[in-house]
């Protein structure tokens, strides 16, 4: 093979070389050796007649990508699932807090409802929120009334007995636990759902 024809090889295998790049690496070395052996042993004439008859190496890139399977669509991006019935456990909690103060009685029953409905929380915590006012209402009351008892019997002389002892301050102690005892009981429950974004439990 003469210095020219070996020449007029080079260029047309460098452009068939540069065409193809992206395809696959190994289709590319497979063309290129494919036509290179082709092309080898002949003369100059030989060689550019026989590049004439072949098709540009743009082409048989082009054929070459087509050949290849589409590449893979990337997965689209996934949107973060919307917390369920995040407004709604929201309300619940807050009706909880101020309730006692604008609906004395209803108001934190409605809020200990809503929250039992609210997926915000787990079933031990809405347990919990049912069973800590009514035990305090339970405790206070027991613990008024054997004071009461106590009292009556050590200061008999000086009370009056139609009228319990600690009746005026003791007693309401029992109505004044729906203002103190569920808006910390909201709060707790609204920081606990608020760590774990609103849901029963936290995501993995």
Not at 92 to 121: D, E, N, Q, T, Y
Not at 169 to 176: A, E, P, R, Y
């Amino acid at each position: 093979m003469t210095e020219q024809t070996s020449n007029t090889v080079k260029t047309y295998l460098a452009r068939l070389d540069a065409a193809l790049a992206g395809v696959d690496p190994d289709v590319r070395f497979e063309i290129v050796s494919g036509i290179r052996e082709e092309l080898a042993g002949l003369d100059d004439q030989a060689a550019a007649a026989r590049i004439a008859e072949m098709d540009d190496p743009a082409l048989i890139a082009a054929e070459a990508r087509a050949e290849l399977p589409p590449a893979p669509t990337p997965p689209a991006p996934v949107a973060a699932e919307p917390v369920p019935g995040r407004t709604f456990s929201i309300v619940a909690v807050v009706v909880l807090i101020v309730g006692a103060f604008i609906l004395p009685l209803l108001g934190p029953l409605v809020g200990l409802v809503w929250v039992s409905m609210a997926k915000a929380w787990t079933r031990f915590e809405k347990l919990v929120a049912w069973l800590v006012p009514l035990a305090t209402i339970f405790v206070v009351a027991a613990v008024l009334a054997i004071t009461s008892m106590t009292g009556q019997e050590t200061a008999s002389e000086t009370t009056n007995p139609l009228i319990p002892w600690g009746f005026p301050f003791g007693w309401h102690l029992t109505v004044l636990i729906p203002y103190v005892v569920l808006p910390i009981e909201g709060v707790v429950l609204a920081v606990r759902a608020n760590k774990r974004g609103w849901r029963a439990q936290p995501l993995p």
